[in-house]
């Protein structure tokens, strides 16, 4: 068997890599329109060819053709919750993985999966297969569901696992859009934005007032996924998963276009300018653990890099503080510094020690 394994020098391997982009977002955020224009341009890029095909799997009762004008290159699938005679098939992970299949043997260069989370939370998704695999294993009894609730989660999530190795094997980029639901918060002057009987998730990160209705296991498949916010439709506002080589390309404070495909997929087909980003983005940083007057030091030296970093800026300058505060409390003549939130002695416990001491000296002197 092991004569079959053969390591490869990466210099022989020329193949263009595939994309996996992952957009969420509530209604309003753009979701829809900027997936079509980043995928024109991975199309573009990855055929050669302006108006190479889009391919759209449409979950959303045909929204997508709303832009059919503005995108004729979209090759439409109205993937529907029942057949075409009225009969129930919903959105289990085998009709996806026939769908990326049919992708795939039509040559279809990109591929827009909208609203994907429809596999997660849809009539036949992972959640419903979950609740009807638990009925069955109680019996519909409710006071069993919990003791055998992992048990129908182990039967249904190798199903769903099969579904994303069959995206992070795809032969074309995808792009997957799914829902976010906003998370309750309330507004203090002295906290800012804090969450409200925010259920923890998975897919959820503390600082971002969005959860995704996907997995986990999805979004951290995606070579890179953002969140969108209607206070600024089409930019990735949360960036949930971005390598530093994407760090330029998705600028939070800029929608994403066709220009933000094309550089993806120059990226992909030829690694692009990325891996020289990232190393200015890593000299940055090493800047920063030097405090701020380092950092200040290189951010002049490097005018021409200051809009890739930034991307990091807060990072660095968190960098930078930290930096300083420790190079301040290791520098201190003071032992005691920085120790006014340790615990203190009451003044009854620093009299039982007096005690203890001076009842120990005079045995001593004894």
């Given at each position: ?160 696992r099969r579904l994303i190795d069959r995206i992070v094997r795809a032969k074309c980029s995808m792009i997957i859009c799914t829902r976010a639901k ?185």
């Amino acid at each position: 068997m092991s004569a079959m394994i053969r390591f490869i020098p990466v210099a022989e391997l020329n193949d263009p890599l595939t994309l996996a982009i992952g957009l969420s977002g509530g209604s309003g955020t753009g979701k829809t329109y900027s997936a079509l224009l980043m995928a024109r341009g991975i199309a573009e890029v990855t055929t050669g060819k302006t108006g190479a095909p889009i391919g759209y799997v449409d979950t959303e009762n045909r929204r997508a053709l709303h832009y059919k004008q503005a995108f004729p290159e979209m090759c439409h699938f109205d993937m529907k919750a029942v057949d075409d005679a009225g009969k129930m098939i919903g959105f289990g992970p085998e009709r996806w993985i026939e769908v990326i299949d049919a992708a795939e043997a039509a040559n279809l260069p990109v591929v827009i999966l909208d609203s994907f989370s429809h596999a997660w939370e849809g009539v036949g998704g992972v959640l419903d297969l979950q609740a009807q695999v638990l009925d069955r294993l109680t019996g519909g009894d409710d006071s069993k569901k919990n003791q055998r609730s992992q048990l129908a989660w182990a039967e249904v999530k190798p199903r769903y696992r099969r579904l994303i190795d069959r995206i992070v094997r795809a032969k074309c980029s995808m792009i997957i859009c799914t829902r976010a639901k906003p998370v309750m918060q309330e507004k203090s002057a002295k906290t800012g934005w804090k969450e409200v009987n925010a259920r923890a998730t998975k897919t959820r990160r503390q600082d971002v007032p969005w959860d995704p209705a996907s997995d986990g296991d999805l979004m951290f498949e995606m070579t890179a996924m953002v969140i969108l916010d209607p206070s600024a439709p089409g930019c990735p506002v949360h960036q949930i998963k971005v390598a530093d080589q994407f760090k330029g390309l998705l600028d939070a404070r800029r929608p994403m276009g066709v220009e933000t495909g094309r550089a993806m997929a120059e990226w992909a087909k030829s690694q692009g300018s990325g891996q020289q980003d990232k190393a200015v983005l890593d000299s940055a940083r090493e800047a920063a653990r030097g405090g701020k007057e380092a950092f200040t030091t290189w951010w002049n030296e490097h005018k021409e890099d200051r809009a890739l970093v930034k991307t990091i800026l807060a990072e660095c300058q968190d960098l930078a503080a930290n930096a300083d505060a420790a190079k301040d409390e290791s520098e201190s003549d003071d032992p005691f510094a920085n120790t006014d939130d340790a615990p203190r002695l009451t003044p009854e416990q620093e009299a039982e020690i007096q005690r203890e001491i001076d009842e120990r000296n005079a045995r001593e002197s004894a």
